[in-house]
T-cell receptor
Framework: AQSVTQLGSHVSVSEGALVLLRCNYS??????LFWYVQYPNQGLQLLLKYTTGATLVKGINGFEAEFKKSETSFHLTKPSAHMSDAAEYFC?????????????FGGGTRVLVKP | KAGVTQTPRYLIKTRGQQVTLSCSPI?????VSWYQQTPGQGLQFLFE???????NKGNFPGRFSGRQFSNSRSEMNVSTLELGDSALYLC?????????????FGSGTRLTVV
């Protein structure tokens, strides 16, 4: 069975500071990894995904994540936080097509951006 | 390009009733998945449909069911509602594979059971 752990349910950062959201996963097969963002009263928006290939993945809105197999991690970063980054972020894993289109999500990290 | 449309946006039902939620995927998308989001359990996979066939199912009781029509629109039904079914229900569509195209999520239907 797969699982995803997001360290820190809440993160507070100052505008312009580095955003670092941590995600560790458990998977018995090579994982496919995703980061989604959710704004209040909205659905989930895909930030970036890792399936195969380059382990450093660049996404939308200046976010990027690095897949580290040895650490079973897929941390999300953004060099400089903007007020519009305040939202909840979810890391998710899928173990490939055998599971169909099923995602297992972490518990989420709510980001607060201070002016 | 229209996104994933879920109707209704908000719903209040009484315990014991049943409810049907609707999801219209992006044009050309054949895969539709449903997720339940609650403060306690987070985001949990309900089921996925592809070309009118259920391709995958999560660990939910039989009260939760779904279907997909030939135009790819999907409905999910919850019978004999319980207070714990109160949640945001999210629908997501994909052209085919999650891995090549990813999901596009709708804004969800917020169900409140009283």
């Amino acid at each position: 069975a797969q699982s995803v752990t997001q360290l820190g349910s809440h993160v507070s950062v100052s505008e312009g500071a580095l955003v670092l959201l941590r995600c560790n996963y458990s998977s018995s097969v090579p994982p496919y990894l995703f980061w989604y963002v959710q704004y209040p009263n909205q659905g989930l928006q895909l930030l970036l995904k890792y399936t195969t290939g380059a382990t450093l993945v660049k996404g939308i809105n200046g976010f990027e994540a690095e897949f580290k197999k040895s650490e079973t991690s897929f941390h999300l970063t953004k060099p400089s936080a903007h007020m519009s980054d305040a939202a909840e972020y979810f890391c998710a894993v899928s173990d490939g097509k055998a599971a169909g289109n099923k995602l297992t999500f972490g518990g989420g990290t709510r980001v607060l951006v201070k002016p | 390009k229209a996104g994933v449309t879920q109707t209704p946006r908000y719903l209040i039902k009484t315990r014991g009733q049943q409810v049907t939620l609707s999801c219209s995927p992006i044009s050309g998308h054949r895969s539709v998945s449903w997720y339940q989001q609650t403060p306690g359990q987070g985001l949990q996979f309900l089921f996925e449909y592809f070309s009118e066939t259920q391709r995958n199912k999560g660990n939910f009781p039989g009260r939760f069911s779904g279907r997909q029509f030939s135009n790819s629109r999907s409905e999910m039904n919850v019978s004999t509602l319980e207070l714990g079914d109160s949640a945001l229900y999210l629908c997501a569509s994909s052209r085919d594979g999650l891995f090549n195209y990813g999901y596009t999520f709708g804004s969800g239907t917020r169900l409140t059971v009283v």
